[in-house]
């Protein structure tokens, strides 16, 4: 079959994989019909997260029709169309029980946080991704979804992740009525936030990010304020100034760890180049919320990054939350959400590309070519 295979930093090409198997009674195979890239498979991309092994193949965020079935299978059948979670969760666990499906123990059980993900390296339990043809899905009676009739494909492949994990930054912000939220990062994921922040009564809600053509649709798609961090004096004077020097209620971090060089620093007042794994966003979150303020985080950062200002943190008093996002738990709500019309996710993509050219479809997202936002790679019949 026909799959990604990750080379090295920056390098991937369409090869020619074997077909996966049934490793266990609870395991699917899956005919991905459509797959996406995400800004977490940029930091796969550049060599960002430790143990990604030449040969792997990512992709955590896909849909598509379930071909067979292992022997312990009773909740789907051959020929169901199904979304399937980024999280690869066995449902029965400690930690699922606590509905923290992202931090499955079954699936991951020599990780001390993070649980399973497809095609995201072996820190996170070196299963293969759905950027292919076909891709084995364990744990199958809990995590696939099967599609309403009424859904389209493209919303269904952005409930896998980028619905859920916008919607989960919000939920951890705590947001009150009437607050003002800062999202940081107009990707799929700050836009999906910022649209989200609404949903729990935000009052103000502003985005900052360094693309005009992303800044541009995050106003018109989520409503909201959005500004250029390069052209504005500083971000936390900025949203200290526009809140009467108060600060915002709730940030939200949906940029996680950037690659070298990608961000200036004007936090100290001296512009200074951050190194690959650091994050700007991170600590203009953390100096730009009020004192008592959370700071919700849902950027992806490398197991042992260690880049929280700790002094301001106790200092102001804030409250951090962060996680993978728990998509099962959310999914629910989030099917009547976009059943009612509150939420288009499909509006996001930008770009379809088929899977045989996977290598320019990297390209052009990660070097936001073509005014890119969301691109979904579609595998030949
Ligand atoms: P993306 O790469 O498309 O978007 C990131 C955006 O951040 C870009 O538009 C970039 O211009 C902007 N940016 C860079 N530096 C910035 C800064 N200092 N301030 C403000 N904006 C800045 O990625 P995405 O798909 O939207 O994902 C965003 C983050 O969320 C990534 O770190 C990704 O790994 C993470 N993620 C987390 C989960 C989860 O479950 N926690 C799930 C999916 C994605
Ligand atoms: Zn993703």
């Known amino acids: 079959m026909l799959a990604m295979n990750y080379r090295g930093p920056q390098r991937v090409r369409?090869?020619?994989?074997?077909?996966?198997?049934?490793?266990?009674?609870?395991?699917?195979?899956?005919?991905?019909?459509?797959?996406?890239?995400?800004?977490?498979?940029?930091?796969?991309?550049?060599?960002?997260?430790?143990?990604?092994?030449?040969?792997?193949?990512?992709?955590?965020?896909?849909?598509?029709?379930?071909e067979e079935v292992g022997a312990d299978i009773r909740q789907l059948k051959v020929g169901d169309m199904v979304m399937v979670p980024f999280n690869i969760a066995c449902g029965k666990c400690a930690f699922c029980r606590q509905e923290l499906y992202?931090?499955?123990?079954?699936?991951?059980?020599?990780?001390?946080?993070v649980g399973g993900i497809f095609g995201y390296s072996h820190t996170a339990g070196g299963y293969d991704g759905g950027q292919a043809e076909y891709v084995r899905v364990p744990y199958a009676d809990f995590g696939p979804t099967v599609i309403p009739?009424?859904?389209?494909?493209?919303?269904?492949?952005?409930?896998?992740?980028v619905v859920p994990t916008g919607y989960q930054a919000a939920e951890m912000g705590g947001i009150q009525p009437g607050d003002t939220v800062v999202v940081f990062g107009a990707g799929p994921i700050g836009i999906m936030a910022a649209k989200c922040a609404w949903l729990f009564g935000a009052g103000r809600v502003i985005v900052i990010d360094q693309e005009e053509y992303r800044l541009e649709f995050v106003r018109n798609f989520a409503q909201c304020e959005a500004y250029n961090f390069r052209s504005?004096?500083?971000?936390?004077?900025?949203?200290?100034?526009?809140?009467?020097?108060?600060?915002?209620?709730?940030?939200?971090?949906?940029v996680g760890a950037e690659a070298a060089g990608n961000a200036l620093n004007?936090?100290?007042?001296?512009?200074?180049?951050?190194?690959?794994?650091?994050?700007?966003?991170?600590?203009?979150?953390?100096?730009?919320?009020?004192?008592g303020g959370v700071v919700s985080i849902v950027g992806v950062y490398g197991p042992t990054d260690n880049l929280i200002p700790i002094g301001n943190v106790v200092n102001k008093g804030i409250t951090i939350r962060a996680n993978q996002a728990s998509v099962k738990r959310l999914l629910p709500r989030l099917i009547e959400h976009i059943r009612n019309g509150i939420l288009d996710p499909k509006a996001m993509i930008t770009h379809r590309i088929p899977l045989e050219e996977v290598a320019d479809a990297y390209r052009i997202f990660s070097d936001k070519l073509d005014n890119c936002i969301k691109t979904v790679l579609i595998p030949p019949k």
Request: net charge negative; charged share 20%.
């Open 14 to 66: 369409i090869d020619n994989k074997p077909m996966p198997q049934i490793q266990h009674p609870e395991d699917a195979i899956v005919r991905v019909t459509r797959s996406c890239i995400c800004g977490s498979d940029l930091h796969l991309y550049n060599g960002n997260v430790p143990d990604t092994r030449p040969g792997s193949t990512f992709g955590h965020e896909f849909i598509g029709v379930v």
């Open 232 to 254: 504005i004096e500083d971000p936390v004077v900025f949203i200290k100034k526009t809140t009467d020097w108060m600060g915002a209620d709730v940030c939200i971090d949906a």
């Open 102 to 113: 992202g931090n499955c123990h079954e699936s991951n059980p020599e990780a001390t946080a």
């Open 266 to 291: 004007t936090l100290t007042g001296r512009k200074m180049l951050l190194q690959a794994g650091s994050s700007t966003a991170l600590h203009w979150a953390i100096n730009s919320v009020k004192k």
């Open 149 to 161: 009739d009424w859904m389209h494909p493209d919303d269904a492949v952005l409930l896998t992740d």
